[in-house]
C-alpha cells in the first residue's frame, strides 16, 4: 500500500504563485509514475501534470503548460507542483496520484493510490 499526503493549497489572487507537496509513504518502490490531478464540483477529475519515475518524463495539459512544473525528489519521497501565473479558472481541489506502471499522459483510471486533496482558490 500506499499513502499520499498533500499539502500547500490555498487562497491567492490572480497572478500569484504556489507549491503543492506530495509526501508518499508505504510502498513506494511500487510507485512508477505520479501526477496531479484537479476536480472542480460537477466536472471530470482533470490530470494536470505527471511525472514517471525514475527518469522523470513529464506531461502536462495544455491549459498549465509554461506555467505549472512538476517535480520529484525521490530521496525523500515527494512530488512538488510549481503554480506560477495563478487564473480563477485553475481554483480546483487538487489531487497527488501514483501509479503502479508508467503513465505519461495522466488518465485517472490508470492511478491506483490518490491522496485527500487540498483546495487551490484562485480570486481575481
Known amino acids: 500500500q500506499v499513502q499520499l499526503v498533500e499539502s500547500g493549497g490555498g487562497s491567492v489572487q490572480a497572478g500569484g504563485s504556489l507549491t503543492l507537496s506530495c509526501a508518499s509513504s508505504?510502498?513506494?518502490?511500487?510507485?512508477?509514475?505520479m501526477a496531479w490531478f484537479r476536480q472542480v464540483p460537477g466536472m471530470e477529475r482533470e490530470g494536470v501534470a505527471s511525472?514517471?519515475?525514475?527518469?522523470?518524463?513529464?506531461f502536462y495539459a495544455d491549459s498549465v503548460k509554461g506555467r505549472f512544473t512538476i517535480t520529484q525528489d525521490n530521496a525523500k519521497n515527494m512530488l512538488y507542483l510549481q503554480m506560477n501565473t495563478l487564473q480563477p479558472e485553475d481554483t480546483a481541489m487538487y489531487y497527488c496520484?501514483?501509479?503502479?506502471?508508467?503513465?505519461?499522459?495522466?488518465?485517472?483510471?490508470?492511478?491506483?493510490?490518490w491522496g485527500q486533496g487540498t483546495q487551490v482558490t484562485v480570486s481575481s
Open positions: 496520484a501514483a501509479a503502479r506502471g508508467w503513465v505519461l499522459v495522466p488518465r485517472k483510471d490508470d492511478f491506483t493510490w
Open positions: 508505504g510502498d513506494t518502490w511500487s510507485i512508477y509514475s
Open positions: 511525472i514517471e519515475t525514475p527518469h522523470s518524463g513529464t
